[in-house]
């Protein structure tokens, strides 16, 4: 192969394929692979990004899959107004007060002048519970469980991600009321397991679950419990939320309900939520130098079939192609039948759009009536009688779903040290590792260690040691959990 034609191939590659590696040079490979792979786009608002096609339908999966969930659990739907009044959404001063910076008013229409300035909902606590103080009067009325799928806006100063942070996302925002504290409380971790679901089962994401600390705890709340991801470029990040705000909001916004006997009592209130930062979660854990790489269960577009086009063979390889789609009809599957690109720009690009698997079909392959099936998370290609192909790929994609999960498990796994003494504290604070270690649970402690190294708790997870005893390993003080500290995003 001439100097030339290689040249040709790599200046391609630069303007097509990804360019940076994702260990050396991870915030370019990050922008790269978003663009490249067509999940996004920015826009001339800094910190909003386009949802392309790609990326809305990864998020149309996690919605029906979760949409799914709660609606058997009996949540129902609805929507409120994007804009809340001043005075409602100061109505609760505690649960706004360190986010106030943050929030987006409308203070016009036109040239002129609004009497009451309105916010752009960072979060719709207070224009939802200003209905249910109307809707709520009895226990009759409850439990009352309503769900939105919307956007917000929180006008964040930090620089902006997409997906990972951005001033407008999307979300659900779960509100439900009950009247009893027990029944609220079953709830919160319901939907928590749902949370994690959706990173197990579709994303292959291992998780941990558990209760934020008082200092990272939703300040509205009375306990905040999430779903924790270790990511591998050593950051930890919370993957969604679910809070027991006891009656803080209710005895603010007035919710009461007279119970059977006749007196009258608060509801018990919970929220929850999950953002569109899931899928830049799933981009940063599963991601590779080529691009993307997607779990089945999750991936648009889940087997590629490209026919290998050679003008004598052409109709017939097509016509084969055609039949293997139909084949694997159950999956979802793109016949690329462009004849204006090559086979291997093809690879290429569905490479970088991470598809999990790609079937070659050749005439030569034909001739042994045969395929070639190639796995993105491995790169593995293997030929493949079409007899047994039906069989062959359900079991490759399932098998690409779990292999994903155990990879990203083990890396999990290995990224998790536990802290003795103050002396291994030192040593691991400054690597890209989860700190497992006792605490004294002392708001102070957890400041001070923010401020000396950068690590912050991600939470106290469930799973503790049946009994916790000696000294917090930063202050000395007795040690009342088992907590875990990170760097975070
Ligand atoms: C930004 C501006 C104003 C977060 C904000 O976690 C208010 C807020 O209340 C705010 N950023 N929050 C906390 C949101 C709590 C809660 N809301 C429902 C959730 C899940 C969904």
Redesign the pocket.
Known sequence: MSRNHNKNNSDKRESLGITASKDEEFSEWYTQVIQKAGLADYTPVSGCIVFRPYSYAIWEKIQSFFDNKIKRSGVQNAYFPLLIPESL?NKEKE??EG??P??AWVTHAGNSKLNEKLAIR????TIMYDSYRKWIRSYKDLPLRINQWNNVV?WEFKYAMPFMRTREFL?Q???TAFATKEEADKEVLEILDYYAQIYEELLAIPVIKGRKTEKEK????DY?TSIEIFLPVGKGIQGA???HLGQNFSKAFDISFSDKDCGKGYVWQN???ITTRSIGILTIMHGDNKGLVLPPKIAPVQVVVVPIIFEKSKDKVIKNAQHIKKLLGKHSVILDDRTDYTSGFKFNEWELKGVPIRIEIGPKDLEKKQVILARRDTGDKKAVKILNLKKVVAETLMDIQESLFDKAKKSLDRSIVDIKDLKDFQRYASQEKMLRMKHCGNIKCEEAIKDNSGLKTLCIPFDQPEKVEGKCPHCGEPARYVVLFARSY
């Open positions: 959404l649960h706004v986010f106030s943050e929030v960072p979060t719709s606590e929180r979300w925002e779960g509100h939703f300040a509205g709340a905040t939320t679910s809070h929220s929850w939520g």
